[in-house]
């Protein structure tokens, strides 16, 4: 059963920083692509960030949103997914879920991806 379990969400302030993880269990996702997706209340989930191996080396495609303050790693050795997130602002508070994609698809379209974590909260205060 393959289970996806993040953490390291909380309140900071605008201009702070945190840092999501995703570790996986019952699957190796070294070569999965993993996705980052937030939903904010009352909005529809949005794609944040994604990272991908493509067989010779690995993407990783952002929001334009947050191009250039939030960054997507993995650790292969932790079977975990990481997202840093720096300079933050009230916009990107939010649900914020990992998810694996098994097959291939849009890495930014929340429908293809087949497994999701429960999802953490963050809140950024102006």
């Known amino acids: 059963q393959v289970q996806l379990v993040e953490s390291g969400g909380g309140v900071v302030q605008a201009g702070g920083s945190l840092r999501l993880s995703c570790t996986a269990s019952?699957?190796?996702?070294?070569?999965?692509?993993l996705g980052w997706f937030r939903q904010a209340p009352g909005k529809e989930r949005e794609f944040v960030a994604a990272?991908?191996?493509?067989?010779?080396?690995?993407?990783?495609p952002y929001a334009q949103s947050v191009k250039g303050r939030f960054t997507i790693s993995r650790d292969t050795a932790k079977n975990t997914v990481y997202l840093q997130m720096d300079n933050l602002k009230p916009e990107d508070t939010g649900v914020y879920s990992c998810?694996?994609?098994?097959?291939?698809?849009?890495?930014?379209?929340?429908?293809?991806?087949?497994?999701w974590g429960q999802g953490t909260q963050v809140t950024v205060s102006s």
């Open positions: 998810a694996i994609q098994t097959r291939e698809g849009a890495f930014s379209e929340w429908r293809l991806f087949d497994y």
């Open positions: 019952g699957r190796t996702v070294t070569f999965d692509t």
């Open positions: 990272i991908i191996w493509n067989g010779d080396f690995t993407m990783t």
